[in-house]
Nanobody, 123 residues
Framework: QVQLVESGGGLVQAGGSLRLSCAAS????????MGWFRQAPGKEREFVAL????????SYADSVKGRFTISRDNAKNTVSLQMNSLKPEDTAVYYC????????????????WGQGTQVTVSS
C-alpha cells in the first residue's frame, strides 16, 4: 500500500515556474515507477511525465518536454515536478501516481494516486 500526497500547486503568471512535490508513505517507494498526470476542466486525465524506479529513466509528454523536469529522491520517498515557462494551457489539477510496472505511460497502469493539486496559470 502506498499513500501519496501532493503539494506545491498555486496560481502563477504565464512564463513563471512552480515546483510540485509528492510525498509517499511506505517502505517500498523505490520499487515503483512514479508519474505525474494532469486533468483540465472538461478534459480527460493525461500523462505528463514519469521517472523510473532508480531515477535513471524519465519520459515526458510532448506538450511539456523541455519545460518540465521530473525527479525523485528514494531516500526521502519523494517525487518532484519542476515546471518552468508555464503556459495558460498548463492549468489543471496535477496528480502524482505510482505504478508497479518498470515503465508506465497509461492511467490504467498506475495503482496508487494522490488527491491532486491545482495549478492555475494566468495569461
Amino acid at each position: 500500500q502506498v499513500q501519496l500526497v501532493e503539494s506545491g500547486g498555486g496560481l502563477v503568471q504565464a512564463g513563471g515556474s512552480l515546483r510540485l512535490s509528492c510525498a509517499a508513505s511506505g517502505r517500498t517507494f523505490s520499487s515503483y515507477t512514479m508519474g505525474w498526470f494532469r486533468q483540465a476542466p472538461g478534459k480527460e486525465r493525461e500523462f505528463v511525465a514519469l521517472v523510473s524506479r532508480s531515477g535513471g529513466t524519465t519520459s515526458y509528454a510532448d506538450s511539456v518536454k523541455g519545460r518540465f523536469t521530473i525527479s525523485r529522491d528514494n531516500a526521502k520517498n519523494t517525487v518532484s515536478l519542476q515546471m518552468n515557462s508555464l503556459k495558460p494551457e498548463d492549468t489543471a489539477v496535477y496528480y502524482c501516481a505510482a505504478s508497479a510496472r518498470s515503465l508506465a505511460w497509461k492511467l490504467s497502469e498506475y495503482t496508487y494516486w494522490g488527491q491532486g493539486t491545482q495549478v492555475t496559470v494566468s495569461s
